[in-house]
């Protein structure tokens, strides 16, 4: 615990306000309703607003990093399975077995994720005692089942050729092409559900940050989820196939960096857990490389290695982008003036349209 | 009163008591009382969680209290608010005193009367006039009254009146100078509110606001309720803190009546029980006083000096009561030829205090010990003295819960850390005996408001614990064993003690009940229990261990036990337990009516004569005898009960009045007077007499007091209590759940006195006495504000106190900075204001804390070093020079004797 | 959406809503609700730790304090004799009508009891932790070493033997009261107007309007300064009011995602 000074007997946190910026809060001496003044000249300052000792009103979430790398690994599948569809239908067998691996790796790695942040692991299987449309959790648990349950058999119908021609086996084996097929389009089909029912997760709580931007989460994860995949693409695939990914990557990052830049710019002081700190470098940065993956995936077409490259680039900038997004908001539910100032400012406003009626 | 007739009050004043803090389950009463309107005034050093709840806090210097009360004494008598009726027929406001007595006004701050060589008064100027006097007693001379110090014998007249004569002479128009009511006026005629705010630090303002409250809530329709605790016992002039609160209360007609009088807050659950059948040296069940080796040699001589001939009241039948008390201890060999047994009973020789006590453990004198749920070497003043004398014993016994401090002071205290105790060398061997708690036994409790509650035994006391009473039982019985035939004579006082409580269970557990019937008395022949204490006899036919409890078990029925809801019953609540005596909830109700016998007025109505029935009736047991009627006026040879008047409403004063001036029975004075605390950073303002003169003091090196307006400590400091944690902490540092509520010792400072000192919050700092150092982290508040006091600011400073070595938090004990200098009526430490210094970061460890107190002393001018101004000094003196203490005014302080153990100082 | 009362929770004749509330202008900040408490529920204890936030030393509600007291100290100038004001007040799960830790539970652990209020099956929840930023007060929380989300349970134990709740049950001032919910809010109702009446202006309920982001709460509150001196959101709003919104938006970025995945893929074969 820091202890503020004396210096200042009256309302004084000035001193306990920088140590916080970056840090998270700390509790200053005096909770007499203390009074802060926001000192951040980035955006618009805010009224002044009184906490509990500097305490954070709500609970930051108690994930740990499985979570934003849950949101990497789950956003990169869903795309993965849309490349391998579209790589099957449209012949390009090559990102078909690509992004059938990469599925079924992301998956795997999604579902490591998610098991080991469970207080209780070997209880993991709960999740599919209940469906609830009220909570994103249970619909993602059942899209996620749901979607393994396609996605795990499209890829395995990739190893057919290792069957035996002849025999039962040999059946499996003439089968397994369109069995996979099948699988394939349906894990492509449940694909955009998976990548973006993890925004409503993240706002469907009282995280200021993440619930004010529930128009945007979905768009921003949606988009690094398909920059992603196309990543992955470019590094697995010959070039030959591989100009759909230049489409998509160009797509994704569109999508993607619209949605942030609405997320920095519309919600006024919950903008700034984004754009200041950690989670602003690890946002700046992912876009940075989003931007250079996207440039060296369309300039590259003819180089694997520069392809490839691009792609590592647009790997690491989604899952930067999803840290980002995760320390952004845990951010703005340790600060309690991320609570206390939209709240307040909420409950004046209605109180003026009263009176004004 | 009882603590729910709170809810009665008009305006509730709190003073010298955190009732919020330390009786939280109490303070119902009070938030009841302020939703029906009243208001709440809460007067104290500082602002706690009473104060947060009161309507008007008042910020006082400790130690001050008597400034502030005759404050308010002046203020009622110069406006002549007292409730006249009341006053004159209830109180001794009309009684004239003997031309010989002579006032604090007259003396510079003495009575008539005072020895310098004894530091004690002889109280012959302080009678009343009038043609019986008092049989001269031991006790009207200054020896007698050093003596009567020694003994704490103002214990003993905590409930019965003190000599006097039961005809006093008296003046109803008030006007004749030497009349108590103008004795009263004059003695607090300088307790202006200008004084007040000077002494104590209280803006005149607010003052008067308090002043106001508390008149305009008083009086036919309305009562204001004063409660206090602590914070008033433990100061060296806390009885006569007690005094003036009772002066005031008695002046606006306040006791006796619903929703009034003073309320006293104990310490613990069933402490009250400790000093009824108590655990005291002087007393004995019932507050009869052991008797002293000198003064009362056989029976008659003890007796008559209990009560008085002639005089009024219910202690006229103190032989019944020590008759049966001695009856109910040694049975049948009790009989009349041998006085029923009165020469086994031990004699007082002097004081027999516990400090007393732990000092003669330092010199040697004292072997054994044994220490029952008692922590002293937390709880009591001057730790080091406690630890240190413990550590020269031959032998130790304790029994508590847990391993306290005062079990392990010898390997983990700190006079291990300094050297002062070598463990491998310490001589005292400790046996620890676990104890049973409270809901592995049963018995009754005896709490705040004299009510007795039976607890049934919930559990099995686990493993080896025991209960006190299968201690001591099987104490006695085996001391019994083994000294059964001896023909020793002093062995027969032991032989002869009835012991033959029934027992059950496997480890032959006495029974409480039969205890209590015991305690209950019975009819020696039959073994029927009384049904009260005007049954008991005086020939031996009755049994009795504690008159005023007796009744708890009439009818054969456990009173104590009863658990009669009280949706089911008035507010009262009669049928709740059993309340001493006779289960009258309020004491002397009889002021509740008028001298004719009706309520003062309709809303105050509590008890009336029912001119019909021909007896006294309401909502209580009358404190009054039932059919007497109001008119009764007694014949003129009239003694004991019967001498009492139809309006003498306080029936256990030898003259049925209630005392604004005490003419008897106090070691410092009739009358309450401010004197500054024994350590004390500001003069005395309003008298050269600085301190209490006859305070009872133990003038050693090993326990020094601060020198008054020393620099060296400038500050004043203050101990006191957390709801979260319980008196030494061995109930509750043991407690997870209550030691994270408060989990370190800290030390509460002012902003400004943090400035000062360069304190930081919740950084270290450490308080310095004469006596001790004690660390703690800081909290920087601004509940505690500077005060300025006679032109000064002077900065308090709070310390909980129930810090030790033992449990899960761990922390320096508070009460280790007091010295011991003891109130002179009743032996209770200064433990609530003391002066000192306060320094940012931790005090040193090992030898070299030592040193650093040694320089301490030497730069205030102690330990025979010479001081600031010069001149050399002793313990507790001011500055030579100016006006000193004690003795006539003007003498220099040369004259005091420097750190030798003299006869004539109590010792 | 969520359960809003028993009966819609699906109890057939449930008995009536039950609660509490908390009168902070009564409260002596004594902790034996947080004590009784813990001694009933038998939950751990918090730690041993010196915050220095006046006598607050647990610091906010979570998975080992069901009942946090916390302490205010307000300097105040003028002359009004005290010079100060300690607030004190007991908080504890507000058991919302609309219950967002309720809502997003995805293995069913937390439910509706018959008595309106929400508890926590420790024999289900496997920790997934969604509850905890879910909460608008922020109550829920994690115990460590454990790994499941713990809260007040109203005593449900207690309830359903018709007992009183350990806090309420210990509280000596009676600022936790409990009972149903309607006669609570009538109570509180009347409390106001008095306090009001008595020039305490300050004075206001936080928590008791069924109109309010919550629904109203089980467990409201009567304050004596805004919510956010206390440490509670000034206006929370349960999150899944915003949830088929959400879903809608969702709904969107897929279609948008699926869209682009289809114009990516059109074009000249390889």
Known sequence: ??????????????????????????????????????????????????????????????????????????????????VAAGG??????????????????????????????????????????????????????????????????????????????????????????????????????????LATYTGVLLADTAVPSWHEAYPELPFIFAGSALASAAGAGLIAAPVEQTSPLRRLALAGAAIELAGAHSVETRLGLLSEPYTTGRAGRLLRAGRTLTALGVAGALLGRRSRVVSALSGAALLTASALTRFGIFAGGVRSAEDPKYTVGPQRNRLTGRENGRERR | MPQQDLVNADCIVIQGSNMAECHPVGFQWVMEAKARGAKVIHIDPRFTRTSALADLYVPIRAGTDIAFLGGVINYILSNELDFREYVLAYTNAATILNEDFRDTEDLDGLFSGYSPKQRAYDPTSWRYQGRQQAASTEDATSE???????????????????????????????????????????????????????????????????????????GRDRTTALVYSVGWTQHTVGVQYIRAGA??????????????????????????????????????????????????????????????????????????????????????????????????LPRLTGDHGTYRQVLNMIDGKIKGYFLLGQNPAVGSAHGKAQRL??????????????????????????????????????????????????????????????????????????????????????????????????????????????????????????????????????????????PGFTELADDGSTACGCWIYSGVYADGVNQAARRKPRHEQDPVASEWGWAWPANRRLLY?????????????????????????????????????????????????????????????????????????????????????????????????????????????????????????????????????????????????????LSELQPEMFIEVSPQLAAERGLTHLGWAHVVTARAVVEGRVLITERLRPLRVEGRIIHQIWLPYHWGSQGLTTGDSANDLFGITLDPNVLIQESKVGTCDIRPGRRPTGPALLEYLADYRRRAGLDGASGPNGASRSSGRRRSGGRTDPGKPGRAAGTRRRGKNAGAEGE | MGEQSPASAGYQQPPP???????????????????????????????????????????????????????????????????????????????????????????????????????????????CGYCIPACPYGVIDQRRGDGRAWKCTLCYDRLKADLTPA?????????????????????????????????????????HDPDDGVGGAGAFFLLLDEPEVYGLPPDPVVTTRDLPAMWRRAGLAALTMAAAAVVAFLGRRP
Not at chain 2, 151 to 156: S, V
């Open chain 1, 1 to 82: 615990m820091n202890a503020s000074g004396t210096g200042d007997q009256g309302r004084g946190t000035r001193g306990t306000r920088r140590e916080t910026q970056d840090q998270g809060t700390r509790p200053d001496r005096r909770g007499e309703g203390t009074r802060r003044e926001r000192r951040d000249a980035v955006v618009v300052p805010e009224a002044e607003f009184r906490s509990y000792y500097g305490r954070p009103i709500i609970k930051a979430p108690v994930w740990r990093y499985d979570i934003p790398a849950y949101l990497f690994t789950g956003g990169l599948a869903a795309g993965s399975a849309l």
């Open chain 1, 88 to 193: 099957d239908l449209t012949g390009r067998p090559a990102l078909r077995r690509a992004g059938r691996l990469t599925t079924l790796a992301a998956l795997s790695a999604s579902t490591y994720f998610l098991i080991n942040d469970l207080g209780r692991p070997e209880r993991f299987h709960h999740m599919l005692r209940v469906a609830k449309p009220t909570s994103p959790m249970s619909v993602g648990s059942w899209i996620l089942a749901a979607f393994g349950a396609t996605a795990g058999p499209a890829a395995v119908s990739e190893l057919a050729p290792l069957l035996p021609r002849r025999g039962p086996l040999g059946l499996v084996r003439r089968l397994a092409p369109s069995a996979g097929r099948v699988a394939g389009i349906g894990a492509a089909m449940i694909a955009p559900a």
């Open chain 2, 144 to 218: 007698g009254m050093a003596i009567h110090r020694q003994t704490a014998a103002g214990l003993e007249q905590e409930s019965h009146g003190p000599p006097v004569p039961a005809l006093t002479e008296r003046d109803e128009t008030l006007q004749h100078p030497r009349c108590v009511y103008q004795i009263l006026k004059r003695h607090f005629s300088r307790y202006t509110p200008e004084i007040v705010e000077q002494i104590c630090g209280v803006p005149k303002k607010l003052f008067l606001e308090v002043c106001e409250a508390w008149t305009r809530n008083s």
């Open chain 2, 247 to 344: 002066i005031i209360q008695l002046l606006l007609g306040n006791v006796g009546r619903p929703g009034g009088g003073v309320l006293a807050l104990r310490g613990h659950a069933s402490i009250q029980g400790s000093t009824d059948i108590p655990t005291l040296f002087n007393l004995l069940p019932g507050y009869l006083p052991m008797p002293h080796h000198a003064k009362h040699p056989t029976l008659e001589q003890w007796i008559g000096d209990i009560h008085q001939p002639g005089q009024k009241g219910f202690w006229a039948n103190a032989r019944a009561y020590a008759v049966s008390l001695l009856k109910a201890y040694w049975g049948e060999a009790a009989t009349a030829d041998n006085d029923y047994c009165y020469d086994y």
């Open chain 2, 389 to 530: 004398g413990m550590a020269n014993l031959d032998w130790l016994v304790v029994r508590d819960l847990y391993l306290i401090e005062s079990a392990t002071f010898w390997k983990d205290g700190p006079e291990v850390a300094t050297g002062e105790i070598v463990p491998t060398e310490c001589r005292t061997e400790v046996f620890f005996l676990p104890a049973a708690s409270h809901v592995e036994k049963e018995g009754t409790f005896t709490q705040t408001q004299r009510l007795l509650q039976w607890r049934e035994k919930a559990v099995d006391p686990p493993g080896d614990c025991r209960s006190e009473l299968w201690f001591f039982y099987h104490l006695g019985r085996i001391i019994k064993a083994k000294l059964a035939g001896s023909t020793l004579p002093r062995d027969r006082a032991i032989l002869d003690l009835t012991w033959d409580y029934p027992t059950h269970g496997p480890h032959d557990e006495p029974s409480a009940e039969a205890v209590l019937k015991e305690i209950n008395g019975y009819e020696v022949a039959t073994g029927r229990p009384v």
């Open chain 2, 589 to 737: 109700n009889r002021a509740s009516a008028d001298p004719a016998g009706r309520p003062w007025s309709d809303r105050k109505a509590y008890i009336w004569w029912d001119e019909e029935a021909g007896q006294w009736t309401g909502y209580d047991v009358p404190d009054f005898e039932r059919t007497k009627p109001p008119d009764y006026r007694p014949p003129a040879d009239a003694a004991g009960v019967e001498a009492l008047a139809g309006d003498d409403a306080f029936i256990m004063q030898g003259d049925g009045k209630g005392w604004l001036y005490a003419p008897t029975g106090l070691v410092d004075g009739p009358l309450p007077t401010h004197y500054e605390p024994a350590e004390s950073p500001v003069p005395n303002p309003l008298y050269g007499q600085h301190t209490n003169p006859t305070r009872m003091i133990y003038d050693r090196p090993d326990n020094q007091l601060n020198p008054a307006e020393s620099e060296v400590f400038p500050y004043v400091f203050s101990a006191g209590r957390l709801t979260e944690h319980h008196t030494g902490g061995g109930m509750s540092r043991t407690v997870a759940y």
């Open chain 3, 17 to 127: 809503r039950m609660g509490f509330f908390t009168d902070t202008s009564v409260c002596i900040g004594c902790k034996a609700c947080e004590v009784a408490c813990k001694e009933w529920n038998q939950v751990p204890d918090d730690g041993l730790n010196l915050l220095g936030m006046s006598f607050d030393n647990t610091g906010g509600l979570s998975a080992n304090t069901w009942r946090h007291v916390a302490f205010i100290e307000q300097p105040r100038n003028g002359d009004t004799g005290s010079g100060m004001r300690w607030l004190m007040s007991s908080d504890v799960c507000k058991h919302c009508t609309r219950a967002a830790c309720l809502d997003v539970c995805p293995t069913g652990a937390l439910f509706r009891t018959e008595f309106g209020t929400v508890v926590v099956q420790e024999d289900i929840c496997n920790g």
């Open chain 3, 167 to 207: 806090c309420a049950k210990a509280c000596p001032t009676a600022s936790i009261q409990y009972g149903p919910l309607e006669e609570l809010r009538e109570r509180a109702q009347a409390r106001l107007e008095q306090l009001h009446e008595a020039g305490e202006t300050s004075a206001r309920l936080y928590g």
